[in-house]
């Protein structure tokens, strides 16, 4: 009897993570439907955040630099809020500010915002069997208004 019943947990969990896994899928096709219609170019998605209502996501743009954009994600239907260009702070009235640091000093080891640690991403961009470039950021999200002074940056 145990048996049985650890067998239907075990099955009863892995169909819950796959209808998790079906539901992220059909959320990150929809945000790339809705980066379609906003004329988002984009080569791929690298990263996304669901805060409050709001998704951020970070995306690859084709000159091989990021890009930050915002979604409101309210009732389960996605609304376009702001996005693309060469920002690294970019916010709505309803939003946070939402902060994607990328430090030309290769010895920078934190980003403090505000004085808080940002989450530092690292993402490797295979460009071929031979070669991978390592894209190295940091995220942040503050509803506090930014300015260049509250951006730390951190080295060995």
Not at 68 to 76: M, T
Not at 98 to 119: E, H, L
Not at 129 to 140: G, L, N, Q, V
């Amino acid at each position: 009897m145990l048996i049985i019943s650890f067998f239907v947990l075990l099955v009863g969990c892995n169909n819950e993570e796959k209808d998790n896994g079906q539901e992220n899928a059909t959320l990150q096709s929809q945000i790339e439907s809705l980066m379609e219609e906003n004329k988002f170019k984009y080569q791929e998605i690298i990263d996304l955040d669901i805060v409050g209502d709001f998704i951020y996501g970070v995306s690859l743009n084709n000159n091989g630099g990021l890009d930050l954009f915002i979604v409101n994600y309210a009732s389960g239907t996605l609304k376009w809020v702001a996005g693309p260009g060469d920002v690294t702070i970019l916010s709505d009235k309803e939003s946070r500010y939402a902060y994607i640091i990328q430090p030309d000093d290769p010895n920078v080891t934190q980003v403090n915002v505000f004085g808080k640690p940002a989450k530092a991403v690292t993402y490797f961009d295979e460009k071929s069997e031979d070669y991978t470039r390592e894209i190295k950021y940091w995220k942040a999200y503050t509803e506090k208004e930014p300015s260049p002074s509250v951006v730390e940056y951190i080295k060995n």
